[in-house]
């Protein structure tokens, strides 16, 4: 991962995924943004992405199966925006839920939390 220039694949609501792209275009990051499954696959074998950002709220039936298509072959990190407290509890310490935030800046700093900007707190993973 280059924290300068971190590549981010929002998969989920494009309005949203364009809002977290504009929020982050000052650090030198990049976002790109799908809302359909087989474009997402494409995206993260093309790009190889430093962070996976999937949307669970807007569609969780498409969400959890990128997920499992991508967490079969993608072993960094991978943020779940989610109302399900337990959205996978078999999974390895780099997946991270997070309640769908209240607003881009919420979003944007929980992302720099798991790129590694600024050391993880607690709060921001999901306690079962």
């Given amino acids: 991962m280059t924290k300068q220039n971190a ?5 989920g609501e494009l309005e949203a ?6 929020a982050v275009e000052a650090r030198n990051w990049w976002v790109d943004v799908s809302d359909e499954t087989d474009e997402a696959l494409a995206l993260y074998l093309t790009e190889s992405p430093d962070l996976i950002v999937i949307d669970a709220v807007s569609d969780d039936s498409r969400a959890a199966d990128t997920y499992h298509h ?9 943020l ?10 078999h ?5 991270y839920t997070m309640l769908p935030p209240t607003d881009t800046a919420e979003l ?3 992302v720099t939390d798991v790129l590694g900007e600024v050391p993880a707190l607690d709060v921001w993973t999901a306690s079962f």
Avoid: Q
């Avoid at 991508?70 to 991978?78: A, D, E, P, Q, Y």
């Avoid at 779940?80 to 509890?89: I, Q």
């Fill in 7 to 11: 590549f981010i694949l929002y998969i």
């Fill in 17 to 22: 995924g364009r809002a977290l792209a504009k």
């Fill in 70 to 78: 991508l967490r079969s072959v993608h072993t960094g990190s991978i």
């Fill in 80 to 89: 779940v925006l989610t109302n399900d407290r337990v959205w996978d509890f």
């Fill in 91 to 95: 999974a390895p310490d780099n997946l």
């Fill in 108 to 110: 944007v700093t929980f």
